[in-house]
Each structure stands twice: as C-alpha cells, then as structure tokens.
C-alpha cells in the first residue's frame, strides 16, 4: 500500500472528490455468515475474493479472506479450554507452576517450551479442518 498524501486539502475541495483521493485502499473484508452453512460461506468466500482482487490481484486476495475466516472461526469458538490439559503434548498440567495460559485461555507446561508452539499448530489444524467442512480450501501457499 502506499502512503496517504499529505499536501494541504483544499477547503474548497467538495467532499466526493476528496474522498475518490484514499479509493486506492482495498475493500474491507465484510464478516462471514452467521450460520455454519457451507453453501453460505462459499457464496461469502467468493464474493469476498472477487471484491478485493481488484486491488490487491487474485492470489492476494485469496490469502487475505482466507487468513480472515480462520481468525473469525476463532473468534466465535466459545468452548472454555482446559486449564488441566496441555493444548500442546494433550498430557496432564499437575502444578500451577507449571501452567502458562495463552491467550484465548489455553493452557500450555510452562517448563516445555515445545508446547506451546505445538498448541499453536493444532489450534491452527482444527481451524484449517473447520474451514475445509465449511467447503473453503487452503489457498496455494498458505500456512
Ligand atoms: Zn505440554
């Protein structure tokens, strides 16, 4: 994206032309569907992807609604993890001084590093695995 220009408005200026001067920006990204319907979410999906390739060209495009329907799954994930479990080796978490809770509530051994990175993975898997039920496939390249 590029930077705004920042040269004096002219006051005069109607408000329709100065506003035509920021239409470089893409398109906002609008919410997927509220229901869980893979039909509704193809449909959003794509017309998502055909708002913004225009502007940011197709691949692009693709990987940011993507990217955006993985966070909004998450988002509307309401299930309260386990404080007992490790989302990442799914072992027992026997001391409080060795749970770290992650954002999103999650709780990881705070003595194993690896495990938070590997909550982080499947978190991420279950998302994909959701998305792809949904009917919506990774686009080429994505994580
Ligand atoms: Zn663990």
């Known amino acids: 994206m590029t930077e705004p220009d920042h040269r004096e408005e002219d006051p005069d200026m109607p408000t329709s032309s100065r506003r035509s001067a920021a239409r470089a920006a893409p398109p906002e990204i609008l919410p997927p569907p509220a229901d869980m319907a893979p039909l509704s979410w193809i449909r959003w999906f794509r017309a998502e992807i055909d708002k913004l390739s ?80 949904l009917g919506i496939v990774p686009p080429k390249g994505s994580r």
Do not use: M, N
């Open 54 to 133: 225009p502007a940011l060209g197709r691949p692009k495009a693709e990987q940011e609604v993507y990217v955006f329907g993985l966070a909004e799954l998450r988002r509307r994930d309401r299930r309260k993890p386990s404080l007992v479990t490790c989302a990442g080796c799914q072992e027992p978490i026997v001391s409080d001084a060795d749970r770290l809770v992650l954002q999103g509530g999650v709780a990881v051994h705070a003595s194993r590093p690896s495990c938070r990175s590997d909550a982080a993975f499947r978190r991420l898997r279950a998302d994909r695995t959701q998305l792809v039920g």
